[in-house]
Structure formats: C-alpha cells, structure tokens
C-alpha cells in the first residue's frame, strides 16, 4: 500500500484484505517456502502499486484477491487440450470474481464496489477500461519475473516464445519498459529477445 493511499473505511478495507490473505494462505502448494497464492497475491499487489501509485481502492482489493484460492480449480480436472485449458481458464475467473464478492460483501462493501472489483477480477472491458489495463500489465510482469523460468524450463520452446509474445501483446508500453529491466537467466534472455524479433 502506498503512504499516500487513504481507504474510505480503513476498517472495512483491511478486513477484506485479511479475509483475501487468510484464504490464500491455506494453499497447500509451497513457493519459498510460503502459500503460493498469498505470495502470488503480495506479488501482484506491488506490481499494481509500483505501475499506478495513486490506484483506486478497488484496483488494490481486485490485485489481493485475483486468484483467490485458485488451487481448488485444479488444471488437472479438466482435459489437457486447448479447449480443455481455454474452461478451466474462464472457468476460474468466474470462482474468482464469485469468492472475492463474497468476501468483500461480509466484509461490508457495497454492490457497486463489489461489482467493480468482480469486473477488474474477470477483466471486463479490457483494454478499454485503464485500470483492467494496470491489472493485466502486474499480471504480466508477474508472470515474466517469477513464472517464466519455470515454464522455460519444462516446456518447449516454441510455446514459451508464444507465451512470451501473448504476454507482450498485451501489455502497455510503461509495463514492457519495466519488463526490459527486469534480471533474467540466460536462457529466458535469449527467448525473450527471439519472443521480440519474432
């Protein structure tokens, strides 16, 4: 959060973030040795505050809770093809966007922010809408400084270059000049500069 940053409701705001991180904190996966969905959320929290320091209160509860829980949709339990991947994707914004409103309502928001943070959560008039924009942008950034040498390293190359190119597809220019600075591995160094010459 930055020092600027004044929630309406400092009360009703920290609760919903306590909810979201209590949540994430039962995933059983370990990365770092800590829950991978609340690092993931922490992760992505930054990234959205380092990209648009002066963002809404919705846009820092929709980062916190964006893949709420998400180890309970395994990708494992749907096929293993295209069609299968493309449900299990659409299928977990919806879980998302389903337990963040839950969360949000106990915690005592009201519809409209309820509704809003659901849309930045299934990202709904991207990229139309800015701040779905800056909640993409953290995404990618995310998945480019603590995913890509892991899929690098278990997938093919061709895939991790499409990979790369939907990523950069997407993102703003602000975003792929902090993407450019970030420390990668040899490996993804070279795939990622194939990923731009391509």
């Not at 930055?2 to 705001?13: L, Q």
């Not at 701040?131 to 899929?151: G, I």
């Not at 390293?153 to 902090?178: F, G, P, V, Y």
Request: net charge positive; proline share 5%; with cysteine.
């Amino acid at each position: 959060m930055t020092e600027n940053f004044k929630p309406r409701n400092p009360v009703k705001f920290q609760a919903a973030l306590l909810r979201f991180d209590a949540e994430n904190s039962r995933d059983p996966n370990l990365e770092e040795s800590r829950p991978r969905e609340l690092l993931y959320a922490q992760r992505l929290t930054n990234w959205v505050l380092k990209l648009c320091p002066n963002a809404s209160e919705e846009l820092h509860l929709a980062a916190r809770c964006q893949h709420i829980c998400r180890w309970e949709i395994p990708r494992g339990s749907y096929p293993m093809t295209r069609p299968g991947y493309l449900k299990w994707r659409a299928d977990l914004k919806k879980f998302h966007a389903q337990k963040s409103g839950e969360i949000l309502h106990e915690a005592g928001y009201d519809e409209e922010s309820i509704c809003r943070v659901q849309d930045l959560n299934l990202k709904k008039n991207f990229p139309n809408d800015l701040e779905a924009r800056v909640l993409e942008d953290a995404l990618c950034l995310v998945f480019l400084e603590f995913q890509l040498a892991n899929l690098a390293a278990k997938t093919a190359e061709d895939k991790t270059i499409n990979a790369l190119q939907k990523s950069w597809e997407k993102m703003t220019e602000a975003a792929r000049a902090e993407a450019l600075k970030l420390n990668y591995g040899a490996r993804e160094k070279v795939l990622l500069q194939r990923a731009l010459e391509g």
